[in-house]
């Protein structure tokens, strides 16, 4: 019998996995916020997929946090900023050696979960496939990509990867997940912020060649203070190339803005600028663009922290 996936956040990214695991035949439950949410999921009858314009609805189980059945596998797929509380919630229904995926963007959230639950067995992810959701219980999936799955503590994969395989998630395991978590991180720092300031698409970014180079060179140089010298290597290439791949997109960052939503600018930005801090790195550009970013917010109305 196969261990049961709990999917915790019934957003896109949680919705993502949940349907692709429960179509290859796996056990999924969905954890929902609260008994209202509960309700509202079991009206709708599960979750929908649409993939390359084809609709399907799988009929996962729904249960809040106060259920009592035992966890051992938990996909968290809340956003960075919940994920400590959301963990808290369901702490003590972790079994012994229990295994949690983080799917949070950024750093930070993950050291937070493990302190948390110190035990179970954390395992950090780093995505880059893309999904949406165009109305409640149903997510687009956007953008093919793959994830990066590993335990900075532990090398061993764990044994059901090969359940990801079954359900056509493409993924890897990576003896190095900080390294491709930090690249993430530098990477969106160089472009997200800036594509909220000069309100623009990634691709706008190409008139402001000059910005991002200098944000490069600080976050190449953060990158090697902490440790981190191969998720430095090119770092200004890869996010010229990133800025003209995506250059009709609209950051994840400037979608939130342009929605009224919160962003995880603590778990980028916030994080980035206390690394560099803490190593009294004195990053001038980045500073500023995390206070023009933090105005910015504020005058919008929304949470800068
Ligand atoms: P989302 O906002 O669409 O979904 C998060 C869901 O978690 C929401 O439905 C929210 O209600 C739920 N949630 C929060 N706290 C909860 C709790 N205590 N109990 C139950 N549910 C709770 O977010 P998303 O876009 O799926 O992003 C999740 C993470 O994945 C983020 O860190 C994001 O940066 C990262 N990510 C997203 C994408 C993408 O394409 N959407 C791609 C790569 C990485
Ligand atoms: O990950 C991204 C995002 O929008 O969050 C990209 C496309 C790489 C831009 O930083």
């Known amino acids: 019998m196969s261990t049961t996936w709990h999917v915790l956040g019934a957003g896109s990214l949680g919705t993502l996995w949940a349907t692709r695991l429960a179509r290859a035949g796996l056990p999924v439950r969905l954890i929902l916020r609260d008994p209202a949410r509960l309700r509202a999921y079991q009206a709708a009858g599960g979750l929908t997929l649409v993939e390359q314009g084809q609709s399907s609805l799988l009929a996962i189980p729904g249960e809040t946090s106060t259920s009592s059945a035992p966890i051992q596998r938990l996909l ?8 400590e509380a959301a963990v808290a919630s369901i702490a003590p229904r972790l079994e012994p050696g229990a295994e949690l995926i983080l799917l949070q963007n950024g750093l930070g959230s993950q050291d937070a979960v493990a302190a948390r639950v110190p035990q179970a067995r954390c395992i950090a ?6 999904a949406f959701r165009d109305g409640d219980w149903r997510v687009v999936f956007a953008g093919h990509g793959y994830t990066w799955l590993g335990d900075s503590g532990h090398p061993t994969p764990p044994i059901w990867l090969d359940e990801l395989a079954a359900s056509g998630i493409p993924h890897e395991w990576s003896t190095q997940i900080l390294t491709r978590l930090w690249r993430k991180l530098a990477l969106n720092c160089a472009i997200n912020p800036l594509t909220v300031l000069h309100d623009c698409r ?6 402001h060649h000059c910005e991002v180079a200098t944000l490069c060179a600080e ?3 953060l990158l090697q203070c902490c440790g981190q010298p191969a998720a430095a290597e090119n770092l200004q290439q890869e996010v010229e190339r ?3 791949a995506t250059a009709a ?3 994840s960052m400037h979608q939130d803005v342009s929605n009224g939503r919160r962003t995880e600018i603590s778990y980028l930005l916030g994080y980035a600028c206390e690394a560099a801090a803490r190593h009294r790195l004195q990053l001038p550009h980045l500073q500023q663009l995390q206070q023009r970013l933090v105005n910015q917010l504020q005058q919008r109305g929304l949470p800068s922290a």
């Open 76 to 83: 968290l797929a809340c956003k960075a900023y919940d994920a």
């Open 249 to 251: 997109n609209y950051s």
């Open 242 to 244: 990133v800025i003209l």
């Open 219 to 221: 976050l190449s140089e």
């Open 202 to 207: 990634n691709g706008g970014l190409q008139q």
């Open 125 to 130: 992810a780093s995505s880059t496939e893309g």
